[in-house]
């Protein structure tokens, strides 16, 4: 295996910890406050599986979104380091910002 595709296996995963990092922890986030705390507990005392997941999860309240956001910065943080290890700082810094600018967009397409 050579320099280059050791260059490029490190490339490939940072985008996938900046993935994970900037958009699925967050869509997780708008997904636990969609429905209210209430609504769902409701709706999983009379036996509604997906609710009596979902409520098992919002029950932490705030404790889940600090793990959630905790995960997304550690990814995130990790990200920066594999595309630093890839490229060089300026080049991982401008991918990451483009990568943080299409997840915010697409949170936003989401939430309206």
């Not at 295996?1 to 490190?10: F, I, Q």
């Not at 958009?23 to 209210?36: D, E, K, S």
Request: net charge positive; aromatic share 8%.
């Amino acid at each position: 295996m050579g320099l280059h595709t050791v260059d490029m296996v490190c490339l490939i995963s940072s985008l996938a910890l900046a993935d994970c990092a900037l958009y699925h922890f967050f869509v997780l986030l708008q997904v636990y406050q969609y429905t209210p705390v209430r609504e769902l507990k409701r709706l999983a005392r009379k036996g509604d599986d997906v609710a009596s997941l979902l409520y098992k999860a919002v029950a932490y309240g705030t404790s889940l979104k600090v793990l959630l956001r905790g995960a997304a910065i550690v990814s995130g943080a990790l990200a920066l380091v594999s595309f630093t290890a890839a490229t060089n700082i300026w080049l991982a810094l401008l991918i990451m910002l483009i990568v943080a600018g299409l997840a915010a967009s697409c949170l936003y397409r989401a939430a309206t």
